[in-house]
């Protein structure tokens, strides 16, 4: 019985070592990359047009949204086939 403890407890170190060698590694890689791409923003002109983009969706919406609330004040309960915003 002992020596299947002992070959066990030396399986489970074992992997215990694997797993920190990995996570160093990976550890390692990821200050290399973010060191390598320090300053290098390629991105933000697509997220700048991105945000431009969400911007002007939004105020079309709000924008619909008023026209809707005056169509239907000035209509006075007219039905209209337009689907309701919101």
Known sequence: ?????Y???SRRLTS????DADRAAL??????YRE????DDHGAPRRAAARMALAA???SV????FLDECAVSDGA??????TPLG
């Open 27 to 32: 550890a390692r890689e990821a200050r290399l």
């Open 57 to 59: 969706a939004r105020g």
């Open 1 to 5: 019985m002992w020596p299947n403890q």
């Open 77 to 82: 309960g007219v039905q209209s086939e337009a």
């Open 62 to 65: 709000r924008l619909a949204r």
């Open 16 to 19: 215990e070592r694997i797993l």
């Open 36 to 39: 390598a791409h320090r300053g």
């Open 7 to 9: 070959l066990i407890e």
